[in-house]
């Protein structure tokens, strides 16, 4: 649970907490963006924490909380009140996710209704938050019947899981509702794992190490990692341990010639160029001009170099030097709904029809860039994504239409056990972020 803020704040910080699900939910921008840009209207750490915690939750529960709203709320409002709509749920969350005292929670959510100059909305909110007070049992247990309610996802998703995994639905939902760990990846160029574990020791920084990532540390506790050791020094990286899963697979070489495709922000690049010693003809390509910024930024704080430039994967004949590659690196466009804990908003901006879509752009890059793999290369397909559709089907798809390609097992001790081609891992499991992994090579 987050610290609470003063007392004098408590109206301001639900206020700017409402407009940043509101920037989400009514104008379809991503967290990732609204976040930063609302945490930085606060100096003081604990209100930082305290709007952070409001703004997951309340997006991470909204399904749920959403379907309770629909039981105190007699009339449906109006689409300008969405504000208003938001408030309420902002409210519900704190009285059921939060250590704020219930009666603090409802007066200073009402107290945000003066801000929104909406004063006719003070005795509806209050009114709603006061009844979910008093029937609050009553309520969840009619709204948790359903089971897309009760564990706060979209019907389409729930319905997916529940054939595509019909053992292990339940736990993968849940697990999109928890808070996911903080894993770093230790730069091996800079110190060894140990050496990193025990400059966090010095610093009284509680650590692990991950047990399938050979640089991965877990930490015990959420941070600033720009105040951590060597931070500075580029000593680690922020990647989840699933993520490091790719360059121990690909397993580059010095001096091969290697492509990652859809590279931004620049993890999986910077761990490949660790795991090589930085010896690698490396080519990383990006779509998105802004986000290749943000790769190039990654690069220079951890000491690395490489080639790096714009350009669309199913578009090789735009960048492609007809020079064929060693290996590949496909970190595929995906659904993105393997992080959902991380990324509460994709359950709200995520719909089928763009599974759709991007299984064909899939399709079409795996098809382009098999044309620049060398014979006797391999290529790493990889998603964050649990659906089958973009993982198992589509790898099962292109083996049938590519006669030279062949899939090549994974010997690895984690992952989905039930997944034949490939290896899926599913939200939680060993900590990790869901992910899917299909090591594919090219007959000579």
Request: charged share 25%; aromatic share 6%; net charge negative.
């Given at each position: 649970?987050?610290?609470?803020?003063?007392?004098?704040?408590?109206?301001?910080?639900?206020?700017?907490?409402l407009?940043?699900?509101?920037?989400?939910?009514?104008?379809?921008?991503?967290?990732?963006?609204?976040?930063?840009?609302?945490?930085?209207?606060?100096?003081?750490k604990?209100?930082?924490?305290?709007?952070?915690?409001?703004?997951?939750?309340?997006?991470?529960?909204?399904?749920?909380?959403?379907?309770?709203?629909?039981?105190?709320?007699?009339?449906?409002?109006?689409?300008?009140?969405?504000?208003?709509?938001?408030?309420?749920?902002?409210g519900?969350?704190?009285?059921?996710?939060?250590?704020?005292?219930?009666?603090?929670?409802?007066?200073?959510?009402?107290?945000?209704?003066?801000?929104?100059?909406?004063?006719?909305?003070?005795?509806?909110?209050?009114?709603?938050?006061?009844?979910?007070?008093?029937?609050?049992?009553?309520?969840?247990?009619?709204?948790?019947?359903?089971?897309?309610q009760?564990?706060?996802?979209?019907?389409?998703?729930?319905?997916?899981?529940?054939?595509?995994?019909?053992?292990?639905?339940?736990?993968?939902?849940?697990a999109?509702?928890?808070?996911?760990?903080l894993?770093?990846?230790?730069?091996?160029?800079?110190?060894?794992?140990?050496?990193?574990?025990?400059?966090?020791?010095?610093?009284?920084?509680?650590?692990?190490?991950?047990?399938?990532c050979?640089?991965?540390?877990?930490?015990e506790?959420?941070?600033?990692?720009?105040?951590?050791?060597?931070?500075?020094?580029?000593?680690?990286?922020?990647?989840?341990?699933?993520?490091?899963?790719a360059?121990?697979?690909?397993?580059?070489?010095?001096?091969?010639?290697?492509?990652?495709?859809?590279?931004?922000?620049?993890?999986?690049?910077?761990?490949?160029?660790?795991?090589?010693?930085?010896?690698?003809?490396?080519?990383?390509?990006?779509?998105?001009?802004?986000?290749?910024?943000?790769?190039?930024?990654?690069?220079?704080?951890?000491?690395?170099?490489?080639?790096?430039?714009?350009?669309?994967?199913?578009?090789?004949?735009?960048?492609?030097?007809?020079?064929?590659?060693?290996?590949?690196?496909?970190?595929?466009?995906?659904?993105?709904?393997?992080?959902?804990?991380?990324?509460p908003?994709?359950?709200?901006?995520?719909?089928?029809?763009?599974?759709?879509?991007?299984?064909?752009?899939?399709?079409?890059?795996?098809?382009?860039?098999?044309?620049?793999?060398?014979?006797?290369?391999?290529?790493?397909?990889?998603?964050?994504?649990?659906?089958?559709?973009?993982?198992r089907?589509?790898?099962q798809?292109?083996?049938?239409?590519?006669?030279?390609?062949?899939?090549?097992?994974?010997?690895?001790?984690?992952?989905?056990?039930?997944?034949e081609?490939?290896?899926?891992?599913l939200?939680?499991?060993?900590?990790?972020?869901?992910?899917?992994?299909?090591?594919?090579?090219?007959?000579?």
């Amino acid at each position: 649970m987050s610290e609470q803020p003063s007392q004098n704040s408590g109206a301001h910080t639900r206020f700017v907490a409402l407009k940043m699900c509101l920037q989400v939910v009514e104008h379809g921008r991503s967290l990732s963006q609204v976040l930063p840009e609302g945490l930085a209207q606060f100096s003081d750490k604990r209100e930082r924490s305290f709007v952070q915690n409001l703004v997951l939750g309340t997006l991470r529960w909204q399904f749920r909380l959403m379907a309770i709203r629909s039981q105190l709320l007699k009339k449906k409002l109006k689409a300008k009140d969405e504000d208003v709509n938001q408030l309420i749920l902002l409210g519900l969350f704190q009285i059921l996710h939060t250590e704020t005292a219930e009666h603090a929670a409802v007066s200073e959510t009402v107290n945000v209704t003066a801000k929104l100059k909406k004063p006719w909305a003070k005795g509806l909110v209050n009114g709603i938050l006061r009844n979910f007070m008093r029937e609050k049992d009553a309520i969840c247990a009619e709204v948790d019947l359903k089971p897309a309610q009760k564990y706060s996802h979209p019907q389409w998703f729930f319905k997916a899981m529940r054939k595509a995994y019909p053992e292990h639905w339940q736990e993968i939902l849940e697990a999109n509702n928890q808070i996911a760990p903080l894993t770093l990846r230790n730069n091996a160029l800079e110190q060894s794992r140990d050496e990193l574990l025990q400059a966090f020791a010095e610093a009284d920084i509680q650590a692990s190490e991950h047990p399938h990532c050979q640089q991965g540390i877990v930490l015990e506790q959420s941070t600033d990692i720009t105040q951590l050791p060597t931070y500075d020094e580029g000593g680690f990286s922020v990647q989840d341990a699933a993520a490091q899963q790719a360059a121990q697979i690909l397993q580059p070489q010095a001096g091969q010639k290697i492509l990652d495709a859809c590279a931004a922000p620049g993890g999986k690049t910077a761990h490949l160029l660790e795991y090589a010693n930085a010896d690698l003809d490396l080519l990383a390509l990006e779509k998105e001009p802004e986000r290749l910024d943000r790769l190039a930024e990654n690069l220079h704080r951890l000491g690395l170099e490489c080639d790096y430039r714009v350009g669309d994967a199913s578009q090789a004949s735009d960048w492609w030097d007809g020079q064929p590659f060693d290996k590949i690196l496909l970190d595929a466009p995906c659904s993105a709904t393997g992080i959902i804990r991380r990324h509460p908003d994709i359950k709200w901006h995520r719909i089928p029809e763009d599974i759709e879509e991007l299984v064909e752009i899939q399709q079409k890059i795996l098809d382009e860039l098999w044309q620049t793999l060398k014979p006797g290369g391999q290529m790493l397909y990889a998603t964050c994504s649990v659906l089958p559709q973009e993982n198992r089907e589509q790898m099962q798809a292109f083996l049938e239409r590519t006669n030279d390609a062949e899939m090549i097992p994974l010997a690895v001790d984690w992952g989905w056990q039930d997944s034949e081609i490939g290896r899926q891992i599913l939200p939680g499991q060993d900590g990790m972020d869901g992910f899917y992994y299909c090591l594919l090579q090219k007959q000579a």
